[in-house]
């Protein structure tokens, strides 16, 4: 349950040709002896970590084929871990460990756990790729609807009351569950423990650990674990229903239910229907399949009960107790990986459009063609007729290692993680004009858009701006434009190479943000945060830029 049990350190995972092999392979196999997995997860911030997985994979597979063992060997997402890992919570979390271990324990949550993942990293969730448009929406109005994704989600799967708190970092969903919040859900926690577990769900209002009304709203997707008292207390069939799960069970058995069992469903009582509803979930779920639901729910009906639906479902909870309702999972194919190993997205970052301008540095050059890589780590092939509008006999004779260069995407290689670029000035140019031109390709825009509408906005926000002009912050710099990115931009394309402006930014009085030409037609967006402020509308003493200051 997201513990870490134990961890080795080692420089290589392969085996080796000569019959030396790498110093984790030894740690790895034994560790798989010890601990039989169901999932070796792989994550890593470069594409190297493709090599590691090769290696990684190739072990568990002689593993597996030596002890007939079944392990699945996976890419991992660590973008939750990548906000985790060196926060606050981590380390008070997980004091003695080093910030590469704090991250490994954040994967496997991510895989045990999703949403207990995502749910600890609170508001900071924003700063991951959530849908490509997040970015046009303000987090006011943004962590509402994912909140609400939560909500949805913790619906769906339920929470294990007792394995919350008894595990910190599995009870930030709590506050998630319908009916709750966080105060509810911490009323909840601090009179739960280990010692002191729930046996079941009436021991929420029992207890006093919640009202009458609130434990109607919530007691579904609380799950009692294990079920002492009632098997239905680890289902999602509100204790409402549970006369008529225990009515489908005694008629799915067939048996008359006597006095004595209608005198003993109070749960906690091991002798009275909840038995028979036991029973039918481990040894006879089909002959449920046998009830006339529908005729059931007309005999309700007349006592105006409309309860078809939840017929239907208490009849699937009891067949499939354990049933996951979300999509199974499935490895990241390549696409996914390339963009969780470079940071770089297909279709944003990157296109095979002609439309994409990237900036590398050469690494190797040879008669007919040249590798450069990309700041992300990938790499990309320009061959010789690609490197100029002109024909050249060798790539040596414009490009040498270590030179930097804007290129064209041109195609993406996802099977060798690699990019075919282009660097003619034609391509370039018509690259530059496709990103400064405002008006998407008509292939491009829904059909019912309204053009003129968007132009009429347009305007409207454009005389806004110039009146809030006046009121937007200015700092006494001679490279200081009020300016937004998009101005910034368009000031910068006429200057030359290396120029940048000094802009308000739109984290707040305490950002600034610069703007710098790169090339032509590529600009790079640098966050400033200001320290030591003596008031909103001065100039700070200390600036961070990334980690550094």
């Not at 003695?96 to 324990?105: D, G, I, T, W």
Request: charged residues 30%; negative net charge.
């Amino acid at each position: 349950h997201g513990r870490a049990r134990e961890d080795f350190s080692a420089d290589s995972m392969r085996r080796g040709a000569d019959g030396v092999d790498g110093d984790g392979v030894a740690p790895l196999v034994a560790l798989l002896q010890r601990r039989p997995a169901d999932v070796v997860a792989v994550a890593g911030m470069a594409l190297q970590t493709r090599r590691l997985y090769e290696d990684v994979r190739l072990l568990v597979d002689d593993h597996c084929a030596r002890n007939s063992a079944d392990v699945m060997v996976t890419y991992a997402q660590d973008d939750a871990a990548r906000l985790w890992w060196d926060c606050d919570a981590a380390r008070a979390e997980l004091p003695a460990m080093r910030r590469e271990e704090r991250y490994c324990v954040a994967v496997a949550r991510m895989l045990q756990d999703a949403p207990a993942a995502y749910a600890a990293l609170g508001p900071d969730v924003l700063k991951l790729r959530l849908h490509p448009a997040q970015r046009l929406a303000d987090a006011a109005t943004l962590l509402p609807a994912v909140q609400r994704a939560f909500t949805n989600v913790v619906a769906k799967t339920g929470v294990d009351v007792n394995l919350a708190a008894a595990h910190p970092h599995l009870a930030h969903v709590l506050p998630f569950v319908a009916g709750l919040g966080p105060r509810k859900a911490h009323a909840i926690l601090s009179r739960v423990s280990p010692s002191d577990p729930l046996e079941s769900r009436n021991d929420l209002v029992t207890r006093k650990l919640c009202t009458r009304v609130v434990f109607v709203n919530c007691a579904s997707f609380l799950r009692i674990r294990p079920a002492t008292a009632d098997v239905l207390d680890a289902t999602r069939i509100h204790p409402q229903d549970y006369i008529l799960a225990y009515k489908m069970a005694l008629d799915a058995l067939d048996i008359e239910e006597d006095d004595e069992d209608s005198g003993r469903r109070r749960p906690g009582s091991k002798h009275g229907p909840a038995r028979y509803v036991a029973e039918v979930m481990r040894n006879a779920p089909e002959k449920l399949d046998d009830l006339d639901l529908v005729g059931y729910a007309e005999e309700l009906k007349r006592k105006h009960l409309l309860k078809l639906e939840t017929l239907k479902f208490i009849k699937h909870e009891l067949q499939h107790p354990d049933e996951d309702p979300r999509e199974a999972f499935e490895q990241p194919d390549d696409r996914r990986v390339l963009e969780m190993l470079t940071g770089e997205i297909i279709g944003e970052t990157l296109r095979e459009d002609g439309s994409s301008l990237v900036s590398a540095t050469i690494m190797r050059v040879q008669p007919r063609f040249a590798i450069a890589r990309l700041d992300s780590g990938l790499e990309g092939f320009i061959s010789v007729a690609n490197v100029t509008d002109y024909r050249i006999e060798a790539v040596s004779d414009e490009l040498s290692p270590g030179q930097s260069i804007v290129a064209v995407v041109k195609r993406i290689d996802l099977e060798k993680m690699s990019l075919d670029l282009s660097m003619r000035q034609a391509d370039i140019d018509e690259a530059v004009r496709r990103s400064q031109s405002t008006v998407p390709d008509a292939s491009q825009v829904d059909k019912y858009f309204d053009l003129d509408s968007e132009s009429v906005l347009r305007e409207r926000a454009k005389a806004l701006k110039q009146k809030s002009t006046a009121r937007m912050r200015t700092i006494p710099h001679p490279l200081f434009k009020p300016l937004n990115s998009r101005e910034a931009e368009q000031y910068l394309a006429s200057r030359p190479r290396g120029d940048c402006v000094i802009r308000p930014s739109s984290r707040g009085v305490d950002h600034i943000a610069i703007t710098w030409k790169v090339a032509e037609g590529l600009f790079q967006h640098i966050d400033v945060q200001e320290r030591d402020k003596p008031s909103d509308t001065a100039l700070g003493s200390t600036f961070l830029v990334g980690d550094a200051a």
